[in-house]
């Protein structure tokens, strides 16, 4: 089994950052990718940015350039810093992973974490 515990989020005033992180543990083997990914009231849940395995990255085109990914390998963490914040980045965000098991190669979502920007 995998928990991830996520940190981070809150309350901040346009213009502001925040720093989210996302760790994870477990029988893991290895992590194949992680995520973040959010969900505004009434809306589906959205890719934020990913980072894989070989350190390639993915951003939403609404975050290119102000949000950041990046991962701790010996930690099995995962960090998203937002800066420039925006009223529309309001949303839960949540922490997805991508594990390698024994037996078989498994999705985890982190519990989420709320993230509102006031204007």
């Known amino acids: 089994q995998v928990q991830l515990v996520q940190s981070g989020g809150g309350l901040v005033q346009a213009g502001g950052s925040l720093r989210l992180s996302c760790a994870a543990s477990?029988?893991?083997?290895?992590?194949?990718?992680m995520g973040w990914y959010r969900q505004a009231p009434g809306k589906q849940r959205d890719l934020v940015a990913i980072?894989?395995?070989?350190?390639?990255?993915n951003y939403q085109d609404s975050v290119k350039g102000r949000f950041t990914i990046s991962r701790d390998i010996a930690k099995n963490t995962v960090y998203l810093q937002m800066n420039s914040l925006k009223p529309e980045d309001t949303a839960v965000y949540y922490c997805?992973?991508?594990?390698?098991?024994?037996?078989?190669?498994?999705?985890?979502w982190g519990q989420g974490t709320q993230v509102t920007v006031s204007s």
């Open positions: 477990g029988s893991i083997l290895s992590i194949n990718a």
């Open positions: 997805n992973v991508v594990v390698t098991l024994v037996t078989s190669i498994r999705e985890y």
């Open positions: 980072v894989t395995s070989g350190g390639n990255t």
